[in-house]
Each structure stands twice: as structure tokens, then as C-alpha cells.
């Protein structure tokens, strides 16, 4: 069964390779959806996959790659989509 998540992640994860990671990681995991910088600061990850594909890339996100400093990550579920099909970084 299909689950979707709109992860905010705070810290210091803008300008530190963090979308690149995210989106690297979520190919791994077969996932679908976007990651981009929001304007405040936050990387906003929208991911569609398996309740466990969604677990992987959430520690992912709560560590970062090495030069980011990640202070939360607050998730809120999603409606599935079913017209989301490949994950993208959107810029």
C-alpha cells in the first residue's frame, strides 16, 4: 500500500548538497515525489512509496549528509497520488 509524506526538515540543510542526498537516496529506494529548498530555510521532501521505503528515507533525511545539521524533521501524511510516477529535485 502506497503511503505519501510532506517532510519539513530545519537546520542547516540549504547549501550543503541535502536535496542532492535526499534525491539520491530516494532513487535508491524506488521512491516517487520532489525535494526543494523553501524559502525559509527548510528542504520540503513530498515522497510516495512503501511504509517502509518511507521509514528509510526519513532517517535518511534526520542525519543528512555530512555537512548538514539537521534540527527537526516534522511529517505530515499525505493522500496518495497516483500520478506521481519518478522523484525529482525541483530547483
Known amino acids: ?12 540543510v540549504q547549501g550543503v548538497g541535502f536535496r542532492m542526498f535526499i534525491y539520491r537516496t530516494a532513487l535508491k529506494l ?6 526543494r529548498n523553501a524559502d ?3 528542504v520540503e521532501i513530498d515522497a510516495q512509496g512503501t511504509e517502509g521505503m518511507i521509514a528509510e528515507l526519513l532517517k535518511a533525511a534526520r542525519t543528512g549528509p555530512p555537512s548538514a545539521e539537521v534540527s527537526s524533521v516534522a511529517v505530515s501524511e ?4 497516483p500520478e506521481l510516477q519518478q522523484f525529482k529535485v525541483i530547483a
Do not use: F, Q, Y
Not at 500500500?1 to 542547516?12: D, F, Q, T, W, Y
Not at 524506488?30 to 525535494?35: A, D, K, N, Q, R
Open 40 to 42: 525559509n530555510g527548510e
Open 78 to 81: 499525505l493522500a496518495p497520488d
Open 1 to 12: 500500500m502506497e503511503k505519501r509524506i510532506l517532510a519539513e526538515v530545519r537546520g542547516h
Open 30 to 35: 524506488g521512491l516517487s515525489g520532489t525535494v
